[in-house]
């Protein structure tokens, strides 16, 4: 079956250092990578997802790398900020619409 | 895009009762959708609302525990029936759309923050 895994369940980091994420996934037939985040007392928003046929994406202060052979997702945080401090999820699609989830990593952002 | 309005936020209720959380989206969708939070864990489907017919549940999950009625594309209502303290968790709706700029597809209420005693 399909499973999402996170490598860490929480993360501290010095505001200003860059953060990394880590996700694993086990389904080899995914459409495209989600990373969500969540504020506490919010639903998760999401920040940048990258296609299965791509290896890097960035977007404002964030980048997702992809590593298909392992099996490997990323999100980067460059210049961490206190706003930064959240619950980071990451998704799998398959099939356009089946969203199979992570199980969260809490970033703390020390000011 | 979608804007998601969910209440109550949060509530605190009493073994044996229950409770319904409501989910009104400013926009027409086919697909809307119920998550369950537990604490530390990842976001498990509990079923989808389809609008004028019974709606889906997944593995785990059934219709008397868990009632949910979708009477237009804009709402749908979960009930979490005859609550324990195990049903302690965020309750969050979500929907299908088209972002506005981006590849979002799934969109998600602010949550319901349940407390069974």
């Known amino acids: 079956g399909e499973s999402v895994g996170l490598h860490l369940p929480t993360l501290s980091v010095q505001e200003g250092d860059n953060s990394i994420i880590n996700c694993a996934y086990s389904n080899s037939a995914s459409d495209y990578f989600i990373w969500y985040k969540q504020e506490s007392g919010k639903g998760p928003q999401f920040i940048i997802d990258i296609r299965s046929n791509m290896d890097k994406r960035q977007g404002q202060r964030v980048t997702v790398l992809l590593n298909k052979t392992v099996k490997h997702l990323s999100l980067q945080i460059a210049a961490t900020q206190p706003g930064d401090s959240a619950v980071y999820f990451c998704?799998?699609?398959?099939?356009?619409?089946?969203?199979?989830f992570g199980t969260g990593t809490s970033l703390t952002v020390i000011p | 895009s979608a804007v998601i309005s969910q209440k109550p936020s949060r509530d605190i209720c009493q073994r044996g009762t229950s409770l319904t959380i409501q989910c009104q989206v400013d926009s027409q969708v086919t697909m809307m959708f119920w998550y369950r939070q537990q604490p530390g864990q990842s976001l498990t489907l509990i079923a989808t609302a389809n609008q004028g017919s019974e709606a889906t549940y997944e593995s785990g999950f059934v219709i008397d525990k868990f009632p949910i009625s979708r009477p237009n594309l804009t709402f749908s209502t979960l009930t979490v029936s005859n609550m324990s303290p195990e049903d302690s968790s965020i309750y969050l709706c979500?929907?299908?759309?088209?972002?506005?700029?981006?590849?979002?597809?799934?969109?998600f209420g602010s949550g319901t923050q349940l407390s069974v005693l």
């Open positions: 998704a799998d699609v398959v099939a356009g619409n089946q969203f199979y």
């Open positions: 979500s929907v299908e759309s088209l972002g506005a700029t981006t590849n979002e597809k799934l969109f």
